[in-house]
């Protein structure tokens, strides 16, 4: 197995794929060889095909030695989330009432990725249905940090992160409510880019019309590898009544670009707690020491943003758990017993929310992202932290303290990050440094609507002028 091959950033494996220096039979090796080595201590991929992805891998360097079009994913190798279907491969969003469930179709982007020529070698772990932002679950247990394997990966992608940052893949997918691209990208060491609603299909829809809180989006040990996906994720689809127009062309065009090593008309606003939310005192020193200079070493201008997120906390929270109840208030009702404590709580919270409660969360979250936009007016990206503390031990349910500070919720001390998420407006954690114990850090860099182009080339100079994430785990 050859380690470095495993750990080289998917553009550059893409390159060597296309040069024919190497084959998609021999990454595709590579990195089952270190799903073996290193799986069995981080718990991250929880469903393995090596045949069939065997399989892909062949037609993947037929259509090579064949002279055909090699599409965007050609031959690099994916395990997607476990709560996005793929037709033929077991997916059990982490629910013990769907432990042997088997779809009959792809997710519409599973398929886009296939279509791509990504090699599916599997699915990563999960909370059950993505509720919680630390990965475990009834089914498979939890995912390890490849950092340090008895802390936590983040979640819901935090086994995507995990797998990436330890090169069992090439590249990740996962998605996002609450911060589960961002988060498990902070913990991990790696990107990950929250798109802005209808960005990324999220069809076969099951119901209705309305814009969720959660979207589908990628995950990359690199910024180009992040636009590389997330040019394949998007564009139009006339099956999901969000859609946004596009096809992802200009995010395929900058995984070719070269990144610039000075902005020095950039103006980044900065707030090291969104406004008083409590972070612990090792995080703001990372952003401080690794973060501010790296902006400064660009030519940028920082300047402090007086951020007010007033009343993101009832909005958040009423329209989150109303969702949810929406979701799974049938199935809580006929398998209370079997369903996990997060789960639980939110559909119960769900089910008290008014007419008049989701009105006014919607009027919140209206208020909130006005303000957010406003300063958008005076700025061109805004930078904080993407989550209040550290990894936190695995065995932990959730923290319940923040620089000492009680959180009363699981949920209370992501809002680093769903806070970001009410603004409906694209995100992205970038590795920006470690503790003293060597726990990585992530910066959170928020941009203009559906302003990726923008977002992820300031994120591919910050990477430039930091490049905390080529760091990888000692495993």
Not at 214 to 221: E, I, S
Not at 300 to 317: C, I, K, L, Q, Y
Not at 460 to 475: D, H, I, M, V
């Amino acid at each position: 197995m050859d380690v470095e091959l495993c750990h080289l950033p998917a553009v550059e494996q893409r390159s060597l794929l296309r040069s024919g220096e190497l084959s998609a039979r021999e990454l595709l090796e590579n990195s089952l060889a270190r799903i073996e080595q290193v799986n069995p201590v981080l718990n991250a991929v929880v469903t393995l095909d090596p045949e069939g992805a065997r399989r892909q891998a062949a037609a993947a360097d037929e259509a090579f030695a064949h002279r055909r079009e090699l599409r965007p994913l050609h031959g690099l190798v994916m395990a997607h989330k476990d709560l996005l279907a793929t037709g033929g491969m077991r997916t059990t969003w982490g629910c013990r009432l769907f432990a042997d469930h088997v779809p009959a179709a792809d997710a519409h982007a599973a398929a886009r990725m296939a279509r791509a020529g990504a090699v599916r070698v599997g699915k990563t772990n999960v909370p059950e249905f993505g509720l919680g932002s630390h990965t475990v679950n009834q089914v498979f247990g939890s995912t390890g940090n490849p950092y340090a394997p008895d802390r936590s990966a983040g979640g819901s992608s935090g086994g995507a992160a995990a797998a990436l940052a330890a090169g069992m893949v090439s590249l990740a997918d996962g998605g996002d409510m609450g911060g589960s691209l961002r988060n498990p990208a902070s913990f991990c060491n790696v990107v990950g880019l929250r798109p802005p609603p209808g960005r990324v299909t999220q069809a076969p829809v099951e119901r209705g019309s309305w814009p969720d809180l959660a979207v589908l989006g990628p995950l990359g040990r690199t910024v180009r590898d992040t636009a590389l996906l997330h040019g394949v994720l998007s564009g139009f689809d006339p099956a999901d009544p969000n859609s946004v127009p596009g096809t992802g062309e200009e995010f395929l065009a900058l995984a070719d670009e070269p990144a610039r090593d000075r902005m020095p008309g950039l103006r980044v606003g900065w707030t090291p707690d969104l406004g008083g939310l409590p972070v612990d005192p090792e995080v703001t020193a990372v952003l401080e020491r690794d973060g501010r200079t790296a902006f400064e070493r660009l030519g940028a201008s920082v300047v402090d943003w007086a951020a007010d997120f007033r009343g993101a906390d009832v909005a958040f929270s009423t329209i989150r758990a109303w969702s949810v109840a929406g979701r799974f208030g049938g199935m809580y009702r006929e398998h209370a017993d079997v369903l996990g404590a997060n789960l639980r709580t939110n559909v119960e919270d769900g089910f008290r929310v008014t007419a008049e409660g989701l009105y006014r969360a919607v009027q919140e979250q209206s208020a909130v992202r006005a303000r957010v936009l406003a300063a958008l007016d005076r700025v061109d990206v805004l930078a904080m932290p993407t989550v209040q503390l550290p990894p936190f031990p695995v065995d932990w349910d959730w923290p319940h303290e923040v620089a000492g500070q009680p959180q009363e919720h699981y949920l209370t001390w992501m809002r680093s990050c769903w806070y970001i998420t009410l603004t409906g407006l694209p995100a992205i954690s970038l590795p920006c440094g470690f503790t003293a114990a060597g726990l990585p850090v992530g910066i959170q860099l928020v941009g203009r609507p559906y302003g990726e182009v923008e977002l992820l080339r300031v994120a591919a100079s910050f990477e430039l002028a930091n490049p905390a994430g080529a760091r990888r785990p000692e495993l």
